[in-house]
Nanobody
Framework: EVQLVESGGGTVQPGESLTLSCNAS????????MGWVRQTPGKGPEWLAT????????YYADSVQGRFTISRDNAKKRVYLKMSSLRPEDTAMYHC????????????????WGRGTQVFVSL
């Protein structure tokens, strides 16, 4: 069974940093591009980032480019999202995803996602 389990969420103040983790199991992790999306109540998921199988190539949404960094550890089957300069509008549930690919057409799509970890950015 494919499982993606996120952790690391919490409450931070604007300008602070937070790193999210995702533990993957139940599939050949090294063979899949991975990503992150976030969602707020009443809205659809917002794609944030995708990283390729080797970890050397990543793409980001304009809203997080330069502030968020996606990375992966294939030995540990983990994906990370380091978030810096957090803003109140970054408040959301963050989900790890198994991406369909890394090409322009596929990097925003995914076939699995985890339950998520909540991030609050507030004074």
């Amino acid at each position: 069974e494919v499982q993606l389990v996120e952790s690391g969420g919490g409450t931070v103040q604007p300008g602070e940093s937070l790193t999210l983790s995702c533990n993957a199991s139940g599939f050949g992790f090294v063979n899949f591009d991975m990503g992150w999306v976030r969602q707020t109540p009443g809205k659809g998921p917002e794609w944030l980032a995708t990283i390729n199988t080797g970890g050397g190539t990543a793409y980001y949404a304009d809203s997080v480019q330069g502030r968020f960094t996606i990375s992966r550890d294939n030995a540990k089957k983990r994906v990370y999202l380091k978030m810096s300069s957090l803003r109140p509008e970054d408040t959301a549930m963050y989900h790890c995803t198994r991406a369909l690919g890394i090409t322009e057409k596929l990097r925003h799509q995914y076939d699995r996602w985890g339950r998520g970890t909540q991030v609050f950015v507030s004074l």
